[in-house]
């Protein structure tokens, strides 16, 4: 089936015949459905601090920075902000010229409120010889959106969200970038110093140096610490290949193979190769002017406190359990802190001879481990915390997305559609073994966790393959506990008009 043309192509993208082979054979068989113990709540895999504890916490967070441990924020930042002025591209393409849906209107109301609208301002000014307020008022529009999208202009259509302009301030507009930045600073600088990492496609990489090299500087004075900020893109080698409806090998009009990216779960392959103790992973689009910052900080602490004292203890039993020197109440005393703290249930775990449990112990204790924060559920679109049955047959905490769960099933739609909580991408997660080495985190990837889409190119139906992703599958055999944190840390913004919500004034 592969020629040699195809084995060339495959070969200079680090992929395998034995990896193509697999991925064809996935789309034939498809992805089972995760079986569903519970949606997670409060009591039941989701813990809510009260003020003493939280308080206990953040101190525990504070001493474990001042050990001189290495901490890095980690923000995928590759997506481009296409998606975000769909409604824009679709007035700019309408067979109408004024404003005329309650979108468009909302946009043009409040023009002056965008964090961009000076520099668009005077890209009308160059290319219209007009500013937007003129332009508005001869009913030309359009002329105000192209020079928005396109690339004669600020080129919004084309830029990632990381470089867009979000926020005003009285010192100047910032992008999600900058604001990035500042939280490095305030939650997750160590020694002096904040390590914040950017995954970031290779066309926009140049903008991002260029960006960090223009702002670096100011930040590092305002905040007096100094930043060593570093980028990564997409391997090549974690693309996938489309397939046609009959599950063949798509191609392209020349006879290529095509291949597609394979989602923010290729990414465990860029977080894996981050040298870090700690490491917060949050997405770019959700930040806050600074006068809302307070409660992000707080419970960035929090959740990486409560990581901090979790870890120790695994840390302990796991050392505990080399000596060999343990009783049976010191045994009794680790299950319940896998099944109470960690949240990892195994049904059947009277039945294990002492060998085999301190076997079962260990594997369950020296894993990578991630706390979740997660808000009370307000609609938005997106995966939830769930107990679901893993492979082993044990019973844990995972992050879903709809895709993965069985429509068909009334009892889990049930648990899905009025499950209480979200989960909102607000991760803090400890890497290294109690040994300190680095885990391998592609060996802790549940591979059946993938998922099939449909996609066409050129007008062509083709079958696209994602792999497990970032923070579902691709961190499934993790040690995950879920933390309920306020609705004020969760601010993402989907369409341009987000921007105008109080939370991004």
Known sequence: MLSQ??????????????????????????????????????????????????????KAWDDYKAQGKKIVKFVPASGAASRMFKDMFAFLSADYDVPTTAFEKNYFDHIHQFAFFEPLDDKCKENEGKGIDQLMEEGNFKAVVANMLNATGL??????????????????PRTPMEEHLVEGALYAASNGEANVHFTVSHEHMQLFEQKVKDKKDGYAGKYGIQYNISFSEQKPSTDTVAANPDNTPFRTEDGELLFRPGGHGALIENLNEID???????????????????????????????????????????????????????LEEIIRFVQRDLCCRKTDIKLLEDAELVIYLRKKLNRPMRVCGVVKNVGEPGGGPFLTYNQDGTISLQILESSQIDKSNEAYQKMFTEGTHFNPVDLVCAVKDYQGQAFNLPEFVDKTT????????????????????????????????????????????????????????
């Open 5 to 58: 043309e195809d084995l060339k192509q495959i070969a200079a993208k680090g992929i395998t015949p034995e990896q193509i082979d697999a991925q064809l054979k996935e789309f034939e068989t498809g992805f089972p459905f995760l079986r569903l113990e519970a949606a997670a709540a409060i009591g039941n895999g989701i813990v809510a601090p009260d003020e003493e504890e939280r308080s206990a916490y953040i």
């Open 155 to 172: 080129n919004y259509g084309q830029l990632p969200k990381g470089l867009l302009l979000f926020h005003n301030y009285q010192e100047g």
């Open 276 to 330: 870090a103790d700690v490491i917060f992973i949050k997405n770019i689009d959700n930040v806050v002017p600074d006068r809302l910052k307070d409660d992000t900080v707080t419970y960035k602490q929090l959740i990486a406190g409560i990581l901090v004292t979790l870890q120790k203890k695994a840390y302990d039993y796991l050392r505990l359990l080399d000596t060999g020197k343990y009783d049976h109440e010191q």
């Open 450 to 505: 993938g998922f099939i889409s449909s996609k066409s190119k050129n007008g062509k139906e083709l079958k696209a393959l994602e792999l497990p992703g970032l923070w579902n599958g691709a961190m499934s055999d993790w040690n995950t506990v879920f933390v309920e944190v306020p609705l004020s840390t969760f601010n993402p913004v989907k369409t341009v008009n987000d921007l105008l919500r109080e939370q991004h004034q």
